[in-house]
């Protein structure tokens, strides 16, 4: 079992950035595909980004271009960088965790959740 913990939320400014941080513990991330989703208020959860075991990554239209997913596996933790933030990408950010590989990744895959961290883009 894994246990997902993310932070490095907070509010910024349009063109602004942030870098998101999954902290892992229980089994390595590199044993597992991971995403980040985000679901702002009275929408849907939406994927953004997934990077997986074998390196490959994978971006949401909405997020390519401005975000980049990383590893490091010496601190077991996943990043999601953010770049050129809108006020669009405001939303809470989950890191999430499969074993299942599917291309394009699908939610239903991920089974394991972190609590979410709060990005708020203020215009």
């Known amino acids: 079992q894994v246990q997902l913990v993310e932070s490095g939320g907070g509010l910024v400014q349009a063109g602004g950035s942030l870098r998101l941080s999954c902290a892992a513990s229980?089994?390595?991330?590199?044993?597992?595909?991971m995403g980040w989703f985000r679901q702002a208020p009275g929408k849907e959860r939406e994927f953004v980004s997934v990077?997986?075991?074998?390196?490959?990554?994978y971006y949401a239209d909405s997020a390519k271009g401005r975000f980049t997913i990383s590893r490091d596996n010496a601190k077991n933790t996943v990043y999601l960088q953010m770049n050129s933030l809108k006020p669009e990408d405001t939303a809470l950010y989950y890191c999430?965790?499969?074993?299942?590989?599917?291309?394009?990744?699908?939610?239903?895959?991920?089974?394991?959740w972190g609590q979410g961290t709060q990005v708020t883009v203020s215009s």
């Open positions: 229980g089994r390595t991330v590199s044993s597992y595909h």
């Open positions: 990077i997986y075991v074998f390196g490959s990554t």
């Open positions: 999430a965790a499969t074993p299942t590989y599917r291309l394009p990744p699908i939610l239903a895959d991920f089974g394991t």
